[in-house]
């Protein structure tokens, strides 16, 4: 969605908007497995942006799966 809106020069919202008028689901849920994954990769010290570039979703989202998982989140770093 970020592609498709940086090439047509508009904001995300607005091609989820067009998108969903359309029927179009733009969410993805990320699995038990994911989630799984996610924690242990976590747990292992990398970061929620890395996590969420191997698995394909938003740090914003590795980060709310992490603590419904029950995880404890790091302060982000040079904060």
């Known amino acids: 969605m970020r592609q498709v809106a940086r090439e047509f020069r508009m904001s995300r919202t607005t091609v989820a908007k067009h998108l969903a008028d359309r029927g179009v689901a733009t969410t993805k849920s ?3 497995e994911q ?5 242990e990769l976590y747990a292992d010290g990398l ?7 191997q698995l394909g979703f938003d740090n ?3 980060v709310k799966a992490l603590r419904m998982s029950g995880m404890r989140i790091r302060p982000a770093l040079g904060k």
């Open 30 to 32: 990320m699995s038990a």
């Open 35 to 39: 989630i799984a994954r996610a924690v």
């Open 60 to 62: 914003h989202t590795i």
């Open 47 to 53: 970061s929620s942006m890395v996590i969420g570039k």
